[in-house]
């Protein structure tokens, strides 16, 4: 049996593509936001803040149904479920996990470069 997503991938392009960042809530800025702007210092295109939460948001934006690798548990706490996906954006390997909160709004958890393999 195919895992399926918890949150619908047109879901959670919904909520970028209203362009309110209120909605938007970078959660664990160190695994996602930081990383970022890690990945590309000393690059000829380097990150500031602003530039790496609008790359995460595109990196959300370019994934498909066959990027899903699984649901996961956050913070110990069954109620909170993740999506963790594998993707190429940018021609680098991102490890990405968000979940959509009750309230609507898209929590974004992890954007990094996979620190394990991901089975798609």
């Known amino acids: 049996m195919v895992a399926k997503a ?3 991938l047109t879901d ?7 362009g309110s960042l209120d909605r938007i809530w970078f959660s664990a800025k160190s695994r996602s936001v930081d990383a970022v702007i890690k990945a ?5 295109s380097p990150k500031t803040v602003s530039d790496a ?3 995460i948001l595109s990196g959300i934006r370019a994934l498909d149904d066959g990027a899903f690798v699984q649901s996961a ?3 110990g706490d069954a109620k909170c479920i993740a999506d963790v996906y594998g993707v190429m954006f940018d021609g680098k390997a991102w490890y ?3 979940r959509i909160e009750e309230s609507g709004d898209l929590d974004e958890i992890s954007f990094h ?3 394990k393999d991901l089975v798609t």
């Open 6 to 8: 918890r949150y619908a």
């Open 40 to 44: 590309y210092a000393g690059s000829a």
């Open 96 to 98: 990405v996990k968000f």
């Open 53 to 55: 939460e609008k790359f």
């Open 113 to 115: 470069p996979p620190e």
């Open 73 to 75: 548990v956050q913070w």
């Open 12 to 18: 959670v392009f919904r909520i970028i593509d209203s």
